[in-house]
């Protein structure tokens, strides 16, 4: 028996592959923004599907270029280029979370990280852009925020965000629990 994540699994890449998904037909003029969401307990499944679809995709669509950000290494590597990783750890080791919190709250503000990700994600290079990460970044980083701010530099390249808790067309509910503010922007991947 297959269970209901496997069979959207397993509708992702016919759907990543179309032409009318990449060319964002269909979807008027509205950004080209897609939410995968899954329940949070499945999160390892999902990061081996991901995996596994990375190694597909060029097959099932040769020359599609597509880039693959991690949050939670995006992160680090953004604190590491600002020279702010190593006092991060330190300042969470003798200080604790909440203080680290706040502590870095400006630089991972969303609208300084959104240039960051332009740059690593290079939109206008690639045809596809896949995002995972969010559960492990949180709550240094909120995805509804990040995806307001990647409105304007993502132009016409389709961005598909794995979210492990739910997307119901307005709102994101991070883990299934942590309600977020109205996000109504994005579109399911697959029901």
């Known amino acids: 028996m297959i269970d209901s994540l496997n069979e959207r699994l397993n509708r992702i890449l ?15 003029n509205e950004i080209a923004f897609y939410i995968f969401d899954y329940p949070p307990e499945d999160e390892l499944r999902v990061r081996e ?12 669509k040769p020359g599609l270029r597509v880039q693959h950000i991690n949050l939670f290494d995006f992160v680090l590597d953004y604190l590491r280029r600002r020279q702010l990783l190593d006092k991060a750890i330190q300042m969470q080791a003798a200080k604790g979370d909440d203080a680290l919190r706040k502590a870095l709250a400006g630089p991972l503000h969303e609208s300084k990280l959104a240039s960051h990700f332009a740059d690593v994600a290079r939109p206008q290079e690639h045809d596809l852009v896949l995002v995972s990460g969010v559960g492990s970044v949180w709550p240094l ?9 990647l409105q304007p530099v993502m132009g016409h ?13 307005q709102s994101l509910r991070l883990f299934g629990k942590l309600k977020n503010t109205n996000y109504y922007r ?5 029901p």
């Open 157 to 169: 390249t389709p961005l598909v965000l794995f979210y492990p808790g739910r997307y119901d067309g």
């Open 49 to 60: 599907f991901l995996d596994t679809l990375l190694q597909h995709l060029p097959r099932h």
């Open 141 to 149: 980083l909120r995805s509804h925020s990040l995806l307001n701010n």
């Open 14 to 28: 016919p759907r990543l592959t179309a032409d009318d998904f990449l060319s964002g037909r269909g979807i008027g």
């Open 186 to 190: 994005a579109f399911k991947l697959v």
